[in-house]
């Protein structure tokens, strides 16, 4: 079992940044693909961004390309999401998520999720 807590969202006017954290228990963390997903109101859960174990493979949704960034730093079990130039289309809550396979966007393929963090833009 593997528990992730997100943290660093909140309130934001468009143009500006925020950048996501997601802590993550466990001992095996450098082998887990990390990824972000985000769900807005009355909208499906879609895929943001994803990163390989190494930190070397990253994967990204054409919505956020070029604007947000993932990293990680296994010696702290942590993920990040670094967010910039963001729009109102941003917002949503974010949640973070374990997949034990390759990189991928596809929802399905992350076994563990955490409880999500609010990110609001503003016009």
């Known amino acids: 079992q593997v528990q992730l807590v997100e943290s660093g969202g909140g309130l934001v006017q468009a143009g500006g940044s925020l950048r996501l954290s997601c802590a993550a228990s466990?001992?095996?963390?450098?082998?887990?693909?990390m990824g972000w997903f985000r769900q807005a109101p009355r909208k499906e859960r879609e895929f943001v961004a994803a990163?390989?174990?190494?930190?070397?493979?990253?994967y990204y949704a054409d919505p956020v390309k070029g604007r947000f960034t993932i990293s990680r730093d296994n010696a702290k079990n942590t993920v990040y999401l670094q967010m910039n130039s963001l729009k109102p289309e941003d917002t949503a809550v974010y949640y973070c998520?374990?997949?034990?396979?390759?990189?991928?966007?596809?929802?399905?393929?992350?076994?563990?999720w955490g409880q999500g963090t609010q990110v609001t833009v503003s016009s």
């Open positions: 998520a374990v997949g034990l396979g390759p990189v991928t966007g596809w929802r399905t393929q992350y076994d563990y």
């Open positions: 466990g001992r095996t963390f450098s082998t887990y693909t």
């Open positions: 990163i390989g174990g190494s930190g070397g493979s990253t």
